[in-house]
């Protein structure tokens, strides 16, 4: 499966202590994520991760092209609600192509949750 991890700054903690949890999960997928997401769950965690630009930067238009086009099977965006985001548009842009393309996207730790657990049960 490939899945894409995105993490606002204030949610960065929050992905890599996902990431570590399900660290033996996780090494079984392909892995993307945005730049500095990406860096740190590679540094810290230890996996394998292709790195796109940092969100702000582009990153999260990027992974919408690998939605779009049919290369992304599910998105963990840990979005931080209590903080503009000057690069909303392309937040709002990414979970909108999720939707049309039926890609399962979990903004928060408890859905990212429930997908990490389904995917345990898929092994």
């Known amino acids: 499966m490939r899945i894409a991890l995105i993490a606002h700054d204030k ?13 033996n999960l996780l090494e079984e997928h392909e892995l993307f994520a945005t730049g500095t997401t990406g860096k740190l769950i590679s540094e810290i965690v230890g996996l394998d991760v292709q790195r796109f630009l940092s969100g702000p930067l582009g990153g999260d238009q990027q992974i919408g092209a690998k939605i779009a086009e049919g290369e992304m099977d599910l998105v963990i965006f840990l979005r931080d609600p209590l903080t503009a985001q000057p690069h909303e548009p ?4 990414l979970i909108r192509l999720c939707d049309v393309h039926c890609i399962p996207v979990a903004t928060n730790l408890g859905s990212a949750e429930i997908f990490m657990s389904a995917l345990k049960k898929t092994r």
Do not use: C, G, N
């Open 11 to 23: 949610k960065k903690d929050d992905i890599i202590e996902l990431a570590k949890r399900y660290k």
């Open 90 to 93: 392309d937040v709002s842009a």
